[in-house]
């Protein structure tokens, strides 16, 4: 995913504190703490860098899912995005995966960017046809319009989510910067999203903290989360949307959507395996994190000593100048070596 990406040498410089809830996701909330389900996972099953990591030497492609399913119980599915697939395809796909896992396809790239939600009944129809080859398994479907996709095309989208089928629950992601400067016509759209009972995707990436707007539109947190190949930031990051979901729960959240990017897919399953352990760990969850295999960790035992002592100094770095912060009348000089 190149959404977001910023050079490597300028990620320690970024403010990636989560903004405060927009007041929206407390009306949305309904402020009493309920269950919560929480679903993890990445974008892709087909990664052959990942045989020897979760997936067993030896595994044939074929098998990709079914050993993907064995560690998370979800993923952000790219590939109804890039083709249309039959619904014969999908509901094998749908066998090859366990109890309650779910998939969250993304529309169609004929739908939301060639014909950009225009006109687009039939071929929306059409995937949906094949979509609810899931059946149960079948999670939110993610519409992620254009880049370009701007504020002249506010009434093409609005139009285009009222002829949404309310039974299929929706998570729209707006990336053009414009939505995001313009409170009046945000607003509108963001009300009928809850009337709809549409949500609004969180994406967290590093060169776009615009788009991280903690504004919920239903009780359904679908989030995006794009790391930075184990850099030591990524585990601040995933401590504070541990302490965010925390919250979320504690006010009565029903689903919380954790989905994982990287720049470098190869390190996701690292990164999973760390988030999924501190939301345990913090939200008093009992997921199961991923299963690195033993000879994956032997390889890079050393990288990942030397990455969690990096995290250590940047995590002591980040709560002092925070706890600075707050004494404006002492000054505070220290030396990084």
């Known amino acids: 995913m190149e959404f977001g990406r910023v050079n490597p040498d300028d990620l320690s410089g970024i403010d990636f504190t989560l903004p405060p809830d927009h007041p929206q996701t407390g009306k949305v909330l309904s402020g009493k703490k309920a269950k919560t389900k929480v679903y993890e996972g990445c974008?892709?099953?087909?990664?052959?860098?990942w045989v020897g990591l979760i997936y067993p030497k030896g595994t044939k492609a074929a098998d990709f899912l079914s050993h993907y399913a064995k560690h998370f119980n979800s993923i952000e599915l790219n590939a109804t995005f890039h083709q249309p697939h039959t619904r014969e395809t999908i509901e094998k796909w749908a066998a090859m995966t366990g109890e309650g896992f779910k998939f969250c396809p993304k529309v169609y790239q004929g739908v939301s960017h060639w014909k950009r939600l225009k006109e687009a009944?039939?071929?929306?129809?059409?995937?949906?046809?094949?979509?609810?080859?899931?059946?149960?398994?079948?999670?939110?479907?993610?519409?992620?319009?254009?880049?370009?996709?701007?504020?002249?095309s506010v009434e093409v989208l609005q139009n285009y989510l009222r002829d949404w089928p309310k039974e299929i629950a929706l998570q729209l992601e707006l990336r053009n910067t414009n939505w995001h400067t313009d409170s009046i016509i945000l607003d509108e759209t963001m009300s009928l999203m809850q009337e709809l009972g549409i949500g609004f995707v969180l994406t967290d990436a590093a060169g776009r903290r615009d788009v991280v707007h903690m504004r919920l539109t239903n009780q359904t947190a679908f989030i995006r989360w794009v790391g930075n190949s184990l850099h030591p930031t990524d585990y601040i990051r995933i401590d504070?949307?541990?302490?965010?979901?925390?919250?979320?729960?504690?006010?009565?959240?029903?689903?919380?959507?954790?989905?994982?990017?990287?720049?470098?897919?190869?390190?996701?399953p690292v990164i999973c395996d760390y988030a999924v352990k501190k939301f345990n760990e913090i939200c008093g969850l009992k997921l199961d994190p991923p299963n690195l295999l033993t000879c994956y960790n032997k390889k890079t035992a050393f990288l990942m000593r030397k990455r969690c002592f990096l995290y250590a100094v940047l995590s002591f770095s980040f709560y002092y100048n925070t706890f600075s912060s707050l004494l404006p009348s002492i000054s505070i000089i220290y030396i990084l070596d």
């Open 240 to 268: 504070e949307w541990a302490l965010r979901i925390k919250e979320w729960i504690g006010k009565g959240i029903k689903e919380v959507y954790f989905l994982v990017h990287n720049h470098d897919e190869i390190n996701t």
């Open 121 to 152: 009944q039939a071929e929306t129809d059409k995937y949906i046809e094949s979509i609810l080859g899931f059946g149960d398994k079948l999670g939110p479907v993610l519409l992620q319009v254009h880049d370009n996709f701007g504020l002249k």
């Open 43 to 49: 974008v892709k099953w087909g990664r052959p860098e």
